[in-house]
């Protein structure tokens, strides 16, 4: 984007890290070859569809098409993750390839409108909270709150731009949660990634 927004709003976002890309972050699932610069604003973009779906590509297959950068109120994604055991049914560890960052959302055009008008309404009367999303647009200019999964805690926020402000240590990621009363996944293995540094972009 050519400006920074007037107003914004703070939120966390888990990235994956490369061994031979040391320094740079990268998209977990959707374009996820490509290093995301920290320090300045960068827009969404349109991820490439499956083709006669409403789906997008992913690094883990089709997902559900809502266009823009995902992140979430706190560091905390149990629903996203690996397994310690094959055997188990949920994810239970946080991989040392995956970490925290704060970012910032644009804040400036209300998106939450525009999503919660596109929700089915129930027989109840009610809006269906899984169908108040946006899918053919990217949020400019501000972002949407969205529950994408029912085992996630809080919501998603999807925004049509980003900046990535730091990565967070596991120990700032625990002191945040801990202040909301919520915990991530434990790390997988003991040798924790505190601290890491990035390279300018």
Known sequence: MNEAPIKTVKAYKLFRLYPKQAGKLFPLFVDAKTPVATGEWVDAIMGEQVEGSVKVKSKIGP??????????????????????????????TRPNDQVWAEVEFPADVDWQK????????????????????????????????????????????????????????????????????????????????????????
């Open 63 to 92: 997902l559900a098409f809502r266009p823009g950068w995902h992140a979430g109120d706190l560091p905390v994604a149990t629903h996203i993750g690996s397994k310690s055991d094959s055997k188990l049914k949920e994810v239970d």
């Open 114 to 201: 525009e999503a919660n008008s596109r929700a089915r309404i129930k027989k109840d009367g009610t809006p269906e909270a899984r169908s108040a999303h946006i899918t053919d647009q990217l949020p400019v200019g501000g972002f949407y709150r969205y529950k994408t999964n029912s085992n996630m805690l809080g919501n998603w926020l999807i925004a049509g731009s980003m900046k990535v402000n730091r990565v967070l240590t596991d120990a700032e990621v625990e002191a945040i949660n801990a202040e909301a009363g919520v915990s991530d996944l434990p790390r997988a293995k003991s040798v924790l990634l505190d601290p890491i540094h990035l390279t300018p972009m």
